[in-house]
């Protein structure tokens, strides 16, 4: 592709974030109160339990678990062989983007998610509260943004740069498990969506620092020591 053309193409990709943040804002201000109201009036004990359920595929131990799984896999692939394996690179690529995603941006989103200190939905429909508290007040003060979605958005952002083909299917089991914590009235629309946020752009800061076939450093392998110097 010519050089002149780059900036023109990236524009869009860049001013994602932008959009993203403010239909967030819109829907703080505009939907999240009144869509939650009718989530509330229409939900049943047992459409809780089931969504709830979908929900915790998303849960951080399981992402952890699959990144560690997929990396010591690659680097055990590795070592078997003399000559590296482009497969066996890429697992191990595939399993460090996923793990600093997961790292960089739940840190980011527990330090936002008691800085914030936005009352749950629960809230509000308990006591008519629509706000937020004081920094880290704990819960219930713990809405924006949403762990359980980052995390699916995140494992669908890696998804979408190692593997292009499952990035539909990806973003859509995200979409369902952001859906599922505003259905059972864990979080606001807005917090899944600025969560979503959070994961792309983590995904594509270390992208470019892991998948580069020159970065050689995610393919070192902490416990092998290296050769000390005479």
């Not at 508290?133 to 190692?162: C, E, R």
């Not at 580069?212 to 020591?225: D, E, G, S, T, V």
């Amino acid at each position: 592709m010519p050089t002149h053309l780059l900036p023109s193409t990236m524009a869009p990709i860049r001013s994602l974030p932008t959009a993203g943040a403010a239909m967030a804002f819109l829907l703080a201000i505009r939907i999240d109160a009144p869509l939650v109201r009718l989530v509330h009036a229409h939900s049943t004990p047992a459409l809780d339990q089931a969504f709830d359920a979908l929900s915790q595929l998303a849960s951080a131990e399981l992402a952890v678990a699959a990144g560690l799984g997929l990396y010591l896999h690659g680097h055990l692939s590795l070592a078997r062989r003399p000559v590296p394996s482009a497969s066996a690179e890429r697992r191990v690529r595939s399993a460090v983007l996923l793990l600093l995603t997961l790292l960089s941006g739940a840190t980011l989103t527990w330090l936002l998610k008691h800085l914030a200190a936005r009352a749950r939905p629960q809230m509000l429909i308990d006591h008519g509260f629509n706000g937020f508290g004081l920094p880290f007040a704990g819960h219930p003060f713990t809405s924006f943004p949403s762990s359980h979605a980052f995390t699916a958005f995140a494992a669908a952002a890696v998804l979408a740069k190692v593997q292009p083909a499952w990035r539909w299917p990806a973003l859509a089991l995200a979409l369902a498990a952001a859906a599922c914590r505003v259905l059972t009235l864990e979080h606001y629309p807005s917090d899944v969506l600025f969560s979503a946020l959070i994961a792309c752009g983590c995904a594509q800061f270390w992208a470019t620092r892991v998948l580069a076939p020159q970065a050689a450093w995610p393919l070192h392998r902490p416990w092998h020591r290296r050769p000390s110097r005479a």
